[in-house]
């Protein structure tokens, strides 16, 4: 099973083991850049919740810090959506993924409705808890309004706003 990477969780053991004794507020950019690790892996395993609290530490850190240095080696993730071409809003992007996914796992998976995931979203479909949604909105917002021409954040912030209820309109 470690050997095939997308089920694999031996990186998020090693990252983990890592830092069990570490400040669990990165305080520089090598620390973030592992936090920011962690919670990619843990939100590829669907551990949600704990990649929501480690990608938002690495977000908090990486937003108190100067840019990092260009020779930096930038952080391991498994969700490729071109994010170096975001440079700053990389963790902001992953926190739009991860809250988008809390949505989907407390109101599509949980507490399923006959519209459930079929575009456009309305009806038993529209998300009766917000965490998830407005986490993403939150997230996606950040990134959009450093990159506006990034389509991927645009999009994915709309269909958060339509499993709230609220697309077209916002």
């Known amino acids: 099973r470690d050997k095939i990477f997308f089920f694999s969780d031996a990186p998020v053991r090693e990252l983990e083991a890592r830092m069990a004794e570490a400040d669990p507020v990165p ?17 590829r395993l669907g551990r949600t919740r704990d990649a929501i609290a480690n990608l938002t530490l690495a977000h908090d850190a990486l937003a108190a810090l100067p840019p990092a240095p260009a020779d ?3 952080p391991e ?5 071109n994010v170096e071409k975001l440079p700053g809003k990389e963790t ?4 739009g993924l991860a809250y988008l996914r809390l949505g989907e796992n407390d109101n599509c998976v949980c507490e ?3 519209d459930s995931c079929i575009f456009p979203i309305a009806g038993s479909g529209i998300h009766q808890h917000e965490e ?4 993403a909105i939150k997230y996606f917002t950040e990134v959009l309004e450093a990159y506006p021409e990034t389509l991927g954040a645009r999009w994915l912030l709309n269909v958060a706003y339509m499993t ?5 309109a916002e």
Not at 27 to 35: L, S, V
């Open 72 to 74: 930096l080696p930038k």
């Open 27 to 43: 305080k520089d950019h090598a620390a973030a850049f592992e936090r920011f690790s962690l919670g990619s892996h843990q939100l």
């Open 164 to 168: 709230l209820g609220k697309w077209p």
């Open 77 to 81: 993730r498994f969700n490729d959506f």
């Open 132 to 135: 998830g949604s407005q986490g």
């Open 112 to 114: 399923r409705g006959g």
């Open 92 to 95: 902001a992007f992953e926190l």
